[in-house]
Each structure stands twice: as structure tokens, then as C-alpha cells.
């Protein structure tokens, strides 16, 4: 089991910065891969950015080069750098965890936090 708390949301106005914290705990060894999603009101949760555990990266062409992945080197904190924030970015963000077990793969998601930008 993986449980992740995600925080450092709030309201920041356009142009902005933000830096959002997930907190993993549990069987974080066996955690494979990381990553934020996104999502809206009657929209599908959406992508944000991924970080395997051999670091390399993917980014929503919504975010790249505005935001920045990266895991502690403990790595039981991912973090997720949002600078130059667009109201468009407004959302609640979720961090999720792929994880294997001898059971098998099982994706953990935190209860996200709301990021709001102002215009």
C-alpha cells in the first residue's frame, strides 16, 4: 500500500508561483513511477507530468517549460514547481503513484489539492 497527501495549493495571481508537495508513505520502495494530473469541473482528470524512477520526464505541452517535476532524494516527496501560472492552470491536483507488488500494479492517487490563478 502507498498513501499519498498532497499540499501547497491555494491562490496566486497570473504570472505567479507555485510549488505543490506529495507526500508518499507506505511501500515506497515499490513505487515505480510518479506524476501530477489536473483536473476541472465536467472535465476528464488530465496529465500534468511524469517522473519515472529512472528520472526521466514527460510534461503536458500545456506546461512545458512553466513546470518543473522532481522527487526528494529520499524519495518519499514529489514535487511539482509551477511558475509563470495562467488562470488556465486553475484546477485541483492530484498525485498519483504506480506501484508493484506481488499481487501485481496498482495506481495510488491523493485527495488533491486546489490550485486557483487569478487573472
Known amino acids: 500500500q502507498v498513501q499519498l497527501v498532497e499540499s501547497g495549493g491555494g491562490l496566486v495571481q497570473a504570472g505567479g508561483s507555485l510549488r505543490l508537495s506529495c507526500a508518499a508513505s507506505?511501500?515506497?520502495?515499490?513505487?515505480?513511477?510518479m506524476g501530477w494530473y489536473r483536473q476541472v469541473p465536467r472535465q476528464p482528470r488530465e496529465l500534468v507530468a511524469t517522473?519515472?524512477?529512472?528520472?526521466?520526464?514527460n510534461y503536458a505541452d500545456s506546461v512545458k517549460g512553466r513546470f518543473t517535476i522532481s522527487r526528494s532524494n529520499t524519495k518519499d516527496t514529489l514535487y511539482l514547481q509551477m511558475n509563470s501560472l495562467k488562470p488556465e492552470d486553475t484546477a485541483v491536483y492530484y498525485c498519483?503513484?504506480?506501484?508493484?507488488?506481488?499481487?501485481?500494479?496498482?495506481?495510488?492517487w491523493g485527495q488533491g489539492t486546489q490550485v486557483t490563478v487569478s487573472s
Open positions: 507506505g511501500s515506497i520502495g515499490s513505487i515505480s513511477h
Open positions: 498519483t503513484a504506480n506501484a508493484g507488488f506481488m499481487t501485481g500494479r496498482y495506481d495510488y
Open positions: 517522473l519515472t524512477s529512472s528520472g526521466d520526464t
